[in-house]
């Protein structure tokens, strides 16, 4: 029996290239800030402003996520930190030890839920899918009427803001997956022990395919994040460019 592996496929055109572009643009605004302010303090300060929807989205998630996991939780806070090795703390919330398998699920809360919103933000209010569609059945004269109406729907600019600010900052941090291994090591230990007992024919016709679409769901999503994202880099990189020329400093990503 041959498996459809599409939407695995589709999720790591998708996942990789937005790993790769989320903390570029990150650099790319907090250089401009930077330039702008000519302070590190309050380039900290605007940066998390510009992605709280994102930080709040973030942090409630694993907030909400160890109530109903019976975990206790300490501390809440949006406040920036600067962790002192280039990396900068947004927000966090306190919570409690637990067995892996809820802690791993209390660290993946941000990723569940901030998909869950550029999914809905993504198709019902920004309509990325009819984008998607004239692109690849209508040619690229329907791709470009298309476009040419996307900016024109109404509160586009509103939720291109608060897309890119969740889909910017629900990726789980090193801290969120610190209980994932041995999740996921547990979780291929017994599909291995099932392929070994013989039910591989069955995962493989009634688990499998479910697997496969929601890979490809996701990669859906991350598709729309990193579309986001590649159409903000350039005219931010644009601008950060040239403040930098005018002010006779170059600072680099």
Known sequence: MELPYDGFLRL???LG??????????REIQL????LTGRTDITVI???ILFLPGVLLH???HFIAAKILRVQTGKFSVIPADLGDGRLMLGFVEVGLSDPLRESLIGAAPLL??????AFAGLEKLGFDRLWQAFSGGGMAAFLDQLVAFPQQTDFWLWVYLTLAVSSTMMPSQSDRRAWLPVIVTVLSVAAAAFWSGAGS???QFVWPWINQAMGAAAGIFGVAGALHIGLLLPVGLIRRGVGKAAGRRLTP
Request: glycine share 10%; charged share 5%; no cysteine.
């Open 32 to 35: 401009l800030l930077i330039l």
């Open 202 to 204: 069955w995962l493989g």
């Open 12 to 14: 790591l055109l998708t």
């Open 46 to 48: 605007l940066f998390s």
């Open 113 to 118: 839920a901030g998909s869950g919103f550029v």
């Open 59 to 61: 942090e409630f998630s």
């Open 17 to 26: 290239p937005l790993l790769f572009l989320q903390p570029w643009l990150h």
